[in-house]
């Protein structure tokens, strides 16, 4: 086992100005899981490729434990890669396949044999070992990839979206067989994936990238409850993250009909920086649904209702709770916005909603910047 140092590490494609992978700086921990996760083209691929030897490093290093593994070919670098499409061998068994790399690393034929099935008991594949590839579920194969990593037992596992070639159902449950494994066998991760949801569900940490740039690394929860930014705020969580510009009043921010507290920390950065507007941001389940004229807000107009008038356009109802998707004029601008209400209390097709953010809920942005404000 071993820790996992990006250290300014910067990768600048042939042919190219910009950096693919610009100056990224993390450091994991020992048996860590950590998920490389941004839209597709953020670098994510490149990162991870740069920490296999697979691409040169134009700048900064990487280690691996103390050793500095920058210029090393990948064979000395004791990791084991799953690929997106788990590059099997088709023309041999899943033995073969899963024994491969220590065929070629000259371990004895029973060694082998010995690691090849305590892999496959591991991953249920102890049925199939004389199968060939083909003959196989989309799902096996993806063990059989994992298996052809484990048995080298090396220091790091390295995975580049190994679920995508699965369908969603299997998806699901494969990425919980995947975090379970690795905390059982506590192999350091490095783990690439555009689905947030996936990020979110097996990482210890999970780092953001955009454009090469890392935007953040923290924890799942931290990530969620408080993002750095505005592009991690609207990237992570499903339905998105709420996310409107309001004019700055006194002692916070308008919010059609209702002043909602901000701290006076987040007020004067945005007044330092000359902005006259905050991006505040709402998760659909931190709205409150207020009766008309009800609430304990403080109301702009006594005679209009509290809060902000949203229009329902669609309802989904998920049993469990709904998910109201209306629109609202915010700050002169009609806006879409998210609201999640009870399974049990979903509005009407074209009724109206009063929402209020719940107080110590909401996101406060700089609009100029889109760095978090609020603490
Ligand atoms: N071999 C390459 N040569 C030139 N540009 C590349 C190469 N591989 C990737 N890129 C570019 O580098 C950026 C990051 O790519 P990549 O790391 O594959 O992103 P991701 O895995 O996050 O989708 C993209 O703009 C991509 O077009
Ligand atoms: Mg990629």
Redo the contacts with the bound molecule.
Sequence with gaps: MATVTFDKATRI?PG?EKP?VDQLEIETEDGEFLVLV?P????????LRMLAGLEDVNGGSIRIGNRDVTHLPPKDRDIAMVFQNYALYPHMSVADNMGFALKIAGVNKSEIRKKVEEAAKILDLSDYLDRKPKALSGGQRQRVAMGRAIVREPQVFLMDEPLSNLDAKLRVSTRTQIASLQRRLGITTVY?T?DQVEAMTMGDRVAV?KD?LLQQVDSPRNMYDRPANLFVAGFIGSPAMNLVEVPITDGGVKFGNSVVPVSREALSAAADKGDTTVTVGVRPEHFDVVEHGAGDTKTLSKDAPAGLAVSVNVVEELGADGYVYGSAQVGGEHKDLVVRVGGRAVPDKGSELHVVPRSGEIHVFSTSTGERLSG
């Design positions: 494609y190219s693919a941004g597709s083209g953020c670098g994510k691929s490149t990162s690439v555009h990238l090469g």
